[in-house]
C-alpha cells in the first residue's frame, strides 16, 4: 500500500465524519428548528428528497466511472463541490436559502461517499481491507468528536459554526483530492440487470437497508431526540454525541482487527444484534443511562461502517466495485428517506412530546431486526 494515499484516504473519512456530525446530525438540524422557525418535518423532507436524487445520479455516474477507469476523477470532483458549498452556508440567512444549499450540498456529499467507498479496493490494494477500514473510520469519528466540540465551544452563530465546520472539511479533503487515485483500467460494458440478478447481493443490500435505516434515523434525529425526551440543552447533547464518539474511535480499529481473524460477514450478524439491543435500551433509557446507550451505540456505529463495505467488496468483482457501491449507497440512501419520513409522520400525528418521540425510536428499532431475518438468508446462501 502507498502510505500517502491511504493516510489521505483516511483523513477525508475524518472530513466526511466531520460534516455528518456538525451538518446532518448537530448544528444544522437544531439551527433549522430552533433559530430559522422550521419544524424537524422541513429538514426531513428536503433531506430525503435529495437523497431520493442522490439515488438516480449515484447509479449513472458509478456506471460511467467504472467503465472508463476515471473513480477518483469524480471523486474529486463531488469533493470540491461540498467544500464550496459548505462557504456558502456562512451567507445563509432565511430557512429558504439554507434548505436550498443543503439540498444541494447533501447531493454532493453522498456521491462523494459512494466513491470513496470503492476507492478503499484500490488503496488496500486487496489487503488488509478490514483493518484499513477501521483506521478511517477510527479516525473519520476523531474529527467527529473534535468538530463538535469545537464548533460548539468556539462559535457563537450558527455562521461561524458553518465556517468552522467548512474550514476543517477542507484540511483533511484536500489530502485526497491531491493524492488519491485509482488504476485507470477500462471495464466492459456493465449490465445494470446483471447485478440485479445477483440474488447475493441483493440479499446483502436488502439487508444493509433496513440496518442503515436504522442507523441513519439516529444519527439524523438523535439530537432533537435528546432535547425533546430528556430537556438536553446544545452543550449537554454534544458531550452525549461526543461520548459515544470517543468509543467509536476506540472501536473501530478493534473492528478492523477482528475482520483479520473473523469473516467479515460472520461478524456483521453480531452488529445486526447489537443494533437491536441498542434500540431497546434506547426506548428504556433515562437522562442518566442514555450515556451508556450512546457508548453502545458508538460501538455499534463504527462496527456497521468498518463491516459493511468490506462484505461488499468480497462478495463482488473489482471491475464493478464503484457501481456496487452505487447499488448499497441507493440502499442506504432509501434508508435515508425511509427513517426521516417514518420519523416525521409518527411526530406529526402524534405531536412534539416526549412520548412520540419514543415511539418513533421504537418503530425504528424494528428495522435491524427485519434486516437480520434478510440477513440470515444471505448466509446461508453465502454457504452454498
Request: glycine share 8%.
Amino acid at each position: 500500500m502507498k502510505k500517502i494515499q491511504t493516510v489521505s484516504w483516511a483523513l477525508f473519512d475524518f472530513a466526511e465524519t466531520v460534516f455528518s456530525a456538525n451538518i446532518i446530525s448537530v448544528f444544522f438540524p437544531l439551527w433549522i428548528v430552533n433559530t430559522l422557525g422550521g419544524s424537524s418535518y422541513h429538514y426531513s423532507f428536503v433531506y430525503s428528497t435529495s437523497v431520493i436524487f442522490s439515488i438516480l445520479l449515484g447509479i449513472l455516474t458509478g456506471k460511467f466511472a467504472d467503465e472508463r477507469g476515471v473513480k477518483d476523477k469524480f471523486f474529486k470532483l463531488f469533493v470540491v463541490g461540498v467544500i464550496f458549498f459548505l462557504y456558502s452556508m456562512y451567507f445563509a440567512h432565511s430557512l429558504f436559502s439554507a434548505l436550498v444549499l443543503f439540498f444541494i450540498m447533501n447531493i454532493l456529499y453522498q456521491q462523494s461517499l459512494i466513491f470513496y467507498n470503492s476507492l478503499l479496493h484500490d488503496i488496500s490494494e486487496g489487503k488488509d481491507k478490514g483493518l484499513v477500514s477501521g483506521i478511517g473510520i477510527g479516525i473519520g469519528y476523531i474529527g467527529g468528536v473534535i468538530s463538535l466540540l469545537i464548533a460548539n465551544y468556539l462559535s457563537e452563530t450558527p455562521a461561524q459554526t458553518f465556517l468552522i465546520t467548512a474550514v476543517i472539511f477542507t484540511l483533511f479533503a484536500l489530502p485526497s483530492v491531491f493524492f488519491i487515485s485509482s488504476a485507470k483500467k477500462k471495464s466492459a460494458n456493465i449490465s445494470i440487470k446483471g447485478i440485479i440478478k445477483d440474488r447475493k447481493f441483493l440479499l446483502f443490500i436488502l439487508s444493509i437497508l433496513f440496518l442503515t435505516d436504522a442507523a441513519h434515523g439516529l444519527i439524523i434525529f438523535m439530537s432533537v431526540y435528546l432535547n425533546k425526551v430528556f430537556g438536553m440543552s446544545q452543550d449537554e447533547i454534544v458531550n452525549v454525541i461526543a461520548f459515544a464518539g470517543i468509543f467509536a474511535i476506540i472501536s473501530a480499529p478493534v473492528s478492523g482487527y477482528i475482520l483479520k481473524k473473523l469473516s467479515p460477514a460472520i461478524f456483521m450478524k453480531y452488529v445486526f444484534l447489537g443494533w437491536i439491543s441498542g434500540f431497546i435500551l434506547l426506548v428504556l433509557s433515562t437522562k442518566l443511562t442514555i450515556y451508556v446507550v450512546a457508548v453502545l451505540f458508538g460501538i455499534f456505529l463504527a462496527s456497521l461502517w468498518t463491516t459493511m463495505r468490506v462484505v461488499l467488496i468480497d462478495i463482488s468483482p473489482s471491475q464493478q466495485l464503484t457501481t456496487r457501491f452505487a447499488f448499497m449507497a441507493m440502499s442506504e440512501r432509501m434508508a435515508s428517506v425511509l427513517s426521516p419520513i417514518t420519523w416525521g409522520v409518527i411526530v406529526y400525528i402524534l405531536g412534539e412530546g416526549a412520548y412520540s418521540y419514543k415511539i418513533a425510536a421504537a418503530v425504528l428499532g424494528l428495522f435491524p431486526l427485519i434486516g437480520l431475518i434478510i440477513y440470515l438468508k444471505f448466509l446461508k446462501l453465502l454457504d452454498m
